[in-house]
């Protein structure tokens, strides 16, 4: 069975011509696209600038790190990367082809890429790459699937076979390639203070400045010699807050403001100046641990469903950028149906008599609120929401690290806000990484052998059987309502019409190789 989306570069006039409107990918929340003005000859030189509010972390692993989205597929290449429609090109990887067990595959590798240090990538690196995935030190989002490669036999200096577990869903193994970079073996020492940080990409990292800016510059022995690779450097430029990002954009000292609110990237909706690229982005969701009262009872947690006014905060909080929707999947999911998404449309009436039933009227419900501003003005709506039906809510305020920490323990209390950075990723990976949607040792403490079996179900399916799996189990999941979803909100990136060719990836990384400065 071969899976194989062949690439081809276009060429650049017709790329370029792929042009969006401002106001059209702001209103769709489009999980990917580019961004340019009229089509041109592209001019190969000159700089451009990103700003951005958080600083560069060149440590593995380099996808789970915010810092990095701005500039890391420059330097850094994964084996393959999904387009909008999450078909698989090919990137490192020219070829590949599962098995029809699917219990292994094996894959050709681009015969030309060289590390930035000139050593040429092999498949012994891949391996090494893979393998670095599965140390628990690493903090690799994705190594969970690498733990499922019993095996990854080098068959030639550019060609490699991966044995696994048991049938391995495509998409998992796609969203595991996505997320893990080659970095160069010899020299990963030096990747995490930023001394040494050696990838594949057209551009390769340069003068480094923590907390202040890095350089990276047009790498001229990159692998790939089709169009592109038209800046000179690329300038990313750490600032303190929006505002002096908001200034760098408008007078033209920097050409791409990463990592703003909804509330200040629709400012630019409208100005015929800049436009706006969405991709990635965040799940909102609010979890409920089914052991504690009120919420033991599935009335009460159906009745919280019900009572968020999720379009009031798609609106309030996110400048309508973000998607409205009961599941945690994404809008193109196949076997996902319109009365799935919006099951628990708002209706406080509905809500109060289930409260009402289950005797759960005045029932105090403590609420694990963490100090960022979306959670916080999250709460403020909900809270209002639950008053409303019966309820008494109290926010419970914590930190960062006392989150992460109460969430690795299973401990977040009665009712808990999660925000789950992972729009992108297929409903197999985000079934085993995100922390609320495992069958086991979920912070919602829900574990029943039905709900086992659905996910084993789904994760064993076929592409044929995959719709039918996934439409059972999500009914499961909306009738038991242990953990709801609220809105999925893209990341928005600013770019200014004067930079031609910028694109963003289904997972919100910028990319600029084949970008290029208007005269």
């Not at 401002?22 to 190969?44: D, M, R």
């Not at 009745?303 to 905060?313: E, F, G, H, L």
């Not at 949607?437 to 919602?444: A, F, Q, T, V």
Request: hydrophobic share 40%.
């Amino acid at each position: 069975m071969n899976v194989r989306s062949p690439r081809r570069r276009r060429p650049a006039a017709a790329k370029l011509a792929l042009t969006i409107t401002t106001i059209a990918l702001a209103a769709t929340g489009c999980s990917a696209g580019s961004a340019s003005s009229e089509s041109s000859t592209p001019k190969v030189g000159g700089t451009a600038v990103i700003t951005q509010i958080g600083d560069p972390q060149p440590g593995f692993p380099l996808a789970l790190r915010g810092g990095n989205a701005p500039w890391i597929q420059n330097v850094f290449q994964p084996l393959t990367r999904l387009n909008d429609e999450r078909e698989p090109q090919p990137v490192l990887a020219k070829d590949w082809k599962f098995a029809d067990d699917r219990k292994s595959m094996t894959i050709d590798l681009q015969d030309n890429v060289t590390f930035h240090s000139g050593r040429k990538m092999t498949a012994d690196d891949v391996v090494w790459a893979f393998q670095k995935t599965t140390d628990p030190a690493s903090g690799s989002p994705v190594g969970f699937i690498a733990k499922q490669f019993t095996a990854m036999d080098v068959l030639s200096p550019t060609s490699l076979k991966i044995t696994f577990a048991s049938a391995m869903n495509p998409a998992t193994v796609y969203d595991f390639f996505e997320q893990s970079y080659i970095v160069d073996k010899d020299t990963y020492s030096g990747l995490a203070d930023g001394s040494k940080v050696i990838g594949t990409g057209p551009y390769k990292w340069g003068a480094f400045r923590p907390g202040v800016s890095v350089e990276l510059t047009r790498y001229d022995g990159y692998w790939d010699k089709g169009d592109g690779q038209y800046l000179d450097s690329i300038g990313v430029e750490i600032v303190g807050d929006s505002t002096a990002q908001l200034s760098a954009v408008r007078s033209s000292r920097a050409q791409v403001a990463y990592g703003l609110t909804p509330t200040d990237t629709q400012g630019f909706a409208n100005d015929p100046q800049f436009g706006l690229l969405s991709g990635g982005g965040v799940i909102y969701a609010l979890g409920l641990d089914v052991t504690a009262k009120p919420f033991d009872d599935v009335r009460v947690r159906q009745a919280v469903a019900y009572a968020i006014d999720r379009n009031r905060i798609n609106q309030q909080i996110f400048a309508k950028t973000g998607t409205v929707t009961n599941v945690f999947w994404g809008d193109k999911a196949k076997g996902i149906t319109d009365d799935q998404k919006n099951r628990y449309a708002y209706n406080l009436d509905k809500a109060k008599s289930l409260i009402e039933e289950a005797g759960a009227t005045g029932a105090a419900v403590p609420i694990t609120v963490v100090t960022y501003p979306v959670i916080r003005s999250e709460y403020e709506i909900i809270a209002n929401n639950l008053t409303a039906i019966g309820l008494k809510p109290q926010a419970v305020i914590v930190d960062e690290t006392t989150f992460n920490s109460l969430q690795n323990q299973n401990k977040l209390g009665p009712a808990f806000f999660v925000a789950h950075g992972q729009v992108g990723l297929s409903e197999t990976t985000l079934l085993s990484s995100l922390p609320s949607l495992r069958s086991k040792n979920n912070p919602s403490h829900f574990d029943t052998p039905e709900y086992t079996k659905l996910q084993q179900a789904l994760l064993s399916a076929d592409a044929a059987g995959s719709p039918a799996a996934l439409k059972d189990l999500t009914n499961y999941m909306l009738d038991q309502a242990f953990s709801l979803p609220i809105v999925q909100a893209p990341n928005q990136l600013i770019v200014s019409k004067k930079l031609h060719g910028a694109s963003i990836t289904t997972r919100g990384w910028l990319r600029l190789d084949q970008a290029y400065l208007a005269e």
